[in-house]
């Protein structure tokens, strides 16, 4: 504390052997640094890391751990894999076996970025900016990306790189953009005209 003096009652004030103690104690145990710590590792959104951030997941309700949607394999039917036939090799890939689980956890950075979109989606009113808004802020290091209506009960998001999974998870089962009642999402590759 700064200013311990301020805590002793006063009849023990004078006391040189007491107030030694307490000084000596405030000096082991000076709190100022735990504190600090305890901001920049939890309270603070900005900067908070491993824990701190799975709380303010839970805050706006998002979680760390993304299932992965499963891509089209290139094989053949004897196989007996779900794959596909499919003419040319620029579709999907090959079938490399059962992997142990789809699930994907994100990084830190990765998360505190869903996290802020998804505080951004709790308060927006849901219009087409307010989406554009918070697919360019998960999304503005791989390239375009905004959403249309493309009809009336269509909502259409354009992109203009090939999604990788965990983005195409993030996109699809986050639970991250808001979608207004009664209307759909379709996913389209493009490029701005």
Not at 151 to 161: A, L, Q, R
Request: one cysteine or more; hydrophobic letters at 40%.
């Amino acid at each position: 504390m700064d200013n311990v003096e301020q805590t002793i009652l006063a009849q023990y004030a004078n006391s040189p052997s007491l107030s030694m103690i307490i000084e000596g104690f405030n000096q082991a145990v000076d709190p100022s640094t735990s504190i600090d710590l305890f901001y920049d590792s939890v309270m603070n959104p900005k900067t908070a890391v491993g824990w701190g951030l799975d709380v303010w997941g839970r805050i706006v309700g998002v979680g760390r751990v993304l299932q992965l949607t499963s891509s089209g394999y290139i094989g053949f039917h004897e196989a007996d894999d779900d794959s596909e036939v499919i003419g040319g090799f620029n579709y999907g890939i090959f079938y490399a076996g059962q992997g142990a689980t789809s699930n994907f956890t994100l990084t830190d950075d990765a998360y505190r970025d869903l996290i802020f979109a998804k505080a951004a989606a709790n308060i927006s009113g849901g219009s087409i900016s307010a989406i554009n808004n918070i697919l360019m802020r998960l999304f503005s290091d791989s390239g375009n990306i905004w959403i249309e209506e493309t009809s009336d009960s269509v909502m259409t998001i354009y992109h203009d790189w090939t999604l990788t999974p965990v983005q195409a998870s993030i996109i699809q089962q986050s639970g991250v953009l808001p979608r207004p009642c009664t209307v759909s999402t379709a996913y389209a590759k493009g490029s701005l005209a």
